[in-house]
């Protein structure tokens, strides 16, 4: 698409990854969202400025998505996609309207989270085949951060020596839409926290991310996906392994212990209450399991 047709989408995406601080992951799904729209734009409509896009337009494009079969969910990313961006153009004054504004998304079936099971996160951190080197330190850590704080894949990656604070037993993570969160660390996570940052290798010094590599280079977000990926298939046979399974994991284990939703919440960083709720479904999931094999009339 060339930029002469839509200067702003640029602006917007530097937005999102500057000010907003989006993942890199969300920023190419939003890029690559908007591109698809743009380019139906031209095909369909002769690349109208962005100033005269309607809202019959956008229902056009999603209809036509509708055709190909795209997932509801798919679909819900993109509006989403376009509701940022137009909120974008209005708060700036490049749009008098919001087109958005009668864009209904179709309703989705609700998906339980996968989760790992508590038994399993038990063996992998007490019969897991780490290493004693620094890759098999820096993996056993990194999971075990995860699954004890659940935190983003982002948070983690970005972490830095600067964040951890061993006195008060707690670390600073920056999440989405650039709110910072503390975060509770137990007394033997952060021992092993403190350790792994005073062995570091001597060329990562000044490196200021906590976790790096044995060539003293941070971590990037596939090698730490693929390292999660391969430690779970040890232990569960669940569908979905990565990181953000592990955060669904941390949530779903606190709420079955009773954990508050509210604490659960602002562990987590959500904005809102209707994001964490869905760790709920899986308590009552399990109260159901338990029910049926215990229960006589069950």
Avoid: C
């Amino acid at each position: 698409m060339p930029q002469s047709d839509y200067p702003f989408l640029q602006d917007f995406l530097n937005h999102l990854r500057f000010e907003r601080r989006y993942s890199e992951h969300t920023l190419v799904a939003y890029q690559n969202d908007l591109l698809q729209f743009t380019q139906f734009l031209r095909s369909q409509f002769e690349a109208p400025a962005i100033q005269t896009v309607t809202g019959t337009m956008i229902r056009s494009w999603l209809a036509e998505m509708k055709t190909e079969q795209i997932s509801s969910r798919s679909i819900n990313r993109k509006i989403s996609a376009l509701k940022s961006f137009f909120k974008f153009l209005l708060k700036n004054n490049l749009v008098n309207q919001n087109p958005m504004a009668s864009i209904v998304s179709p309703k989705m079936s609700k998906r339980l989270p996968f989760y790992v099971a508590k038994k399993d996160m038990e063996q992998l951190f007490a019969h897991g085949s780490f290493t004693d080197d620094w890759k098999g330190r820096t993996e056993r850590l990194v999971l075990l951060l995860f699954y004890s704080t659940g935190m983003r894949l982002s948070e983690l990656i970005q972490l830095k020596q600067s964040q951890i604070d061993p006195s008060n037993g707690q670390l600073k993570v920056l999440g989405k839409g650039n709110k910072e969160r503390l975060l509770p660390i137990a007394p033997p996570l952060m021992e092993q926290l403190v350790a792994y940052m005073k062995d570091r290798p001597e060329a990562a010094q000044m490196v200021p991310n906590i976790f790096v590599t044995d060539k003293a280079l941070p971590l990037q977000p596939r090698t730490v996906y693929t390292m999660v990926n391969t430690r779970l298939k040890e232990v569960t046979t669940i569908e979905k392994k990565s990181p953000h399974v592990l955060r669904h994991s941390f949530a779903t284990h606190l709420m079955n212990n009773g954990a508050d939703i509210n604490a659960v919440k602002e562990l987590l960083g959500h904005s809102s209450l209707a994001a964490t709720q869905i760790y709920t479904h899986n308590t009552i999931e399990q109260l159901k399991a338990v029910f049926k094999k215990a229960h006589p009339k069950a």
